[in-house]
């Protein structure tokens, strides 16, 4: 405890954006749909190559993204298809980043990417919970922050902001009077 | 009489040791633990809803209600991940003042998590010793920003005010006084028989395993991963700052997590120490008229300023397009913002990737193996959750 670490040189330990997008192009060759490296290196894919293309970003040596940082939908209402799922992963070994997106229609699902990272049980049911976006294969699709009852999902664009839900809701739950 | 009843314990979400509002349902056989379940969102208030319908500097306060132990570290990073989607360069002196308080918050929310941690797990003198350090320092944040909890001490662009030497002179004493202090809260736990058997060999979590669980904070670090992202990545001026990242000895349970948090309290009041011999005199607000508003002396004085001051505050401002993500090290882990701005005032989308919301769900990882019931309360401790944060 409390000895002297070594500095860590970071240059030398992370992958350049160019060498990462290389590595993943070189194993698939047609998947990747466009690349943006502008601030944050970002991928979009085909939302039926996900879970190959997550398990070989977390197995693959060289690339080694161990840790999913976060899972989160975007709607984009005007569009076709509707939403974004975006994965934002991270090496905990070579300190890089990458965020992947792939698109979903309204009554499409995606496959989970829980048999990789644990860490997307959770992620997953909060984009299930809050867009309504199915995941085939997940343990344990449940609503996680709202009740499991509960009608609507919230950030889509059309769930407006003031509504009387909640109170409908309780309004069912609630028993006023029992009749003797 | 051989029949094995397994009995379900509702736990929360009003228990005194599940810290806020957290429901366990936890399957028991006898006094074992088979199966923790948490139920979540009893404090679900639409936080990223509300986001998309506030400008950027609206939402400022909001962060506040994320960790409200912390708040602090919540403003740093929404401010940093603003900044880097507008491209804008903050003053040396303002990075170095956000350090100085982002780890005096550090500070604080560690002895929130030890005084509740050692209270839940019937140390009663702790919590009087941590909340007798705690109260210097919400003072000194009530004399920087005049609020104690939700502080909103930064602005998009830099600091709203200077450290003078009032408030100099109060951390300086601080830093002063505050490793005596925590020999005396060691002094109490760290060879406490008592406390040796209810942290050691409770919520074994490994490396890989806290990976996995996308564990962060002094809960990876806990179990022996050396991953800071003050080191990895580092953000404001933490790149010349020096400090030691502590990982434990290496087990990953209760115990470990607790001598890291103990380290990194040692290591905050190192950093502070250093920040003051080296933080450099110079603005305090980004050079950018298009965010930062003019000074009051202008606005009080020319017609210009404060029809300048009233666009900024009334219409916002508008960012280019794109999207950003950006991560801190807060007291609890990885404290991420993902914007995603279409150009107008306010954002598209916002996605706060919370550490603790992460760090909870390995609790069901951390209960196997034979934990009993007692010990789901040390490892609801050790997790250090806040459910302001979990539920958003």
């Known amino acids: 405890m409390g000895s002297a670490y070594p500095t860590i040189e970071l240059e030398e330990a992370r992958m350049s954006k160019q060498e990462i997008i290389e590595a993943v192009k070189a194993k698939f060759t047609d998947v990747i749909e466009s690349v943006d490296d502008t601030k944050d290196l970002t991928i979009r894919v085909k939302k039926e190559n996900i879970l190959e293309i997550c398990r070989f970003l977390a197995c693959a040596p060289d690339l080694g993204f161990d840790y999913l940082s976060d899972i989160c939908g975007v709607d984009y209402s005007a569009r076709q298809p509707r939403f974004d799922v975006v994965y934002h992963i991270y090496s905990v070994n070579k300190k890089h980043r990458l965020r992947i997106k792939a698109a979903a229609g309204e009554n499409e699902s995606i496959d989970s990417v829980e048999s990789v990272w644990k860490a997307a049980n959770w992620y997953e049911r909060e984009v299930y919970d809050m867009f309504g976006i199915v995941f085939d294969n997940h343990p344990d699709l449940r609503r996680i922050l709202l009740p499991d009852d509960w009608k609507g999902h919230p950030l889509r664009k059309d769930y407006p902001l003031v509504t009387d839900v909640g109170e409908k809701w309780l309004e069912e739950k609630l028993v006023t009077h029992v009749p003797v | ?392």
């Open chain 2, 1 to 392: 009489m051989s029949e094995v009843q397994e009995l379900i314990v509702n736990m929360g979400p009003q228990h005194p040791s599940t810290h806020g509002v957290l429901r366990l349902i936890v399957h028991l056989d006898g006094e074992v633990v088979t199966r923790v379940i948490p139920d979540l969102g009893y404090l679900h208030r639409g936080l990223e809803k509300l986001a998309e319908n506030k400008t950027y500097a609206q939402f400022l306060p909001v962060t506040d209600r994320l960790d409200y132990l912390a708040a602090i570290s919540n403003n740093l990073a929404y401010c940093l991940a603003v900044e880097k989607l507008l491209g804008l360069d903050v003053p040396k002196r303002a990075s170095y003042i956000r350090v100085i308080l982002a780890e005096l918050t550090r500070i604080v929310s560690h002895l929130v998590w030890l005084a509740t941690h050692a209270l839940d797990l019937g140390a009663f003198t702790p919590f009087l010793y941590c909340f007798r350090e705690r109260e210097l320092l919400l003072d000194i944040f009530e004399m920087y920003c005049g609020s104690r909890l939700t502080t909103t001490a930064f602005r998009i662009g830099g600091v709203p005010k200077d450290i003078d030497s009032q408030i100099k002179q109060k951390i300086e004493e601080f830093v002063k006084i505050f490793p005596s202090k925590m020999n005396e809260y060691e002094a109490l736990l760290t060879n406490n028989k008592i406390w040796l058997e209810r942290t050691m060999n409770v919520g074994i979590i490994s490396a890989e395993d806290a990976i996995n669980y996308s564990l962060s904070g002094p809960c990876v670090r806990g179990s022996g991963v050396e991953w800071d992202i003050r080191r990895a990545e580092p953000y404001c001026v933490y790149n010349e700052l020096d400090f030691d990242i502590p990982t434990g000895r290496g087990v990953g349970d209760t115990y470990d997590r607790y001598l890291v948090r103990l380290e990194e309290m040692r290591q905050s009041n190192r950093m502070i120490k250093q920040a003051f011999e080296k933080m450099p005199e110079g603005n305090l607000m980004a050079d950018d008229p298009r965010v930062v508003p003019p000074t009051r002396d202008n606005v009080q004085t020319r017609i210009e300023s404060l029809i300048h001051h009233f666009h900024i505050m009334a219409e916002g401002f508008n960012p280019p397009v794109g999207e950003v993500y950006q991560a801190i090290e807060a007291p609890k882990g990885e404290l991420g913002f993902y914007i995603i701005s279409d150009g107008s005032p306010k954002p598209y989308r916002m996605k706060i990737r919370v550490p603790s919301f992460a760090n909870l769900q390995a609790i069901e990882k951390m209960c196997e193996n034979g934990m009993m019931l007692a010990d789901v309360v040390a490892i609801i401790g050790t997790l250090d959750i806040v459910l302001g944060e979990i539920d958003r």
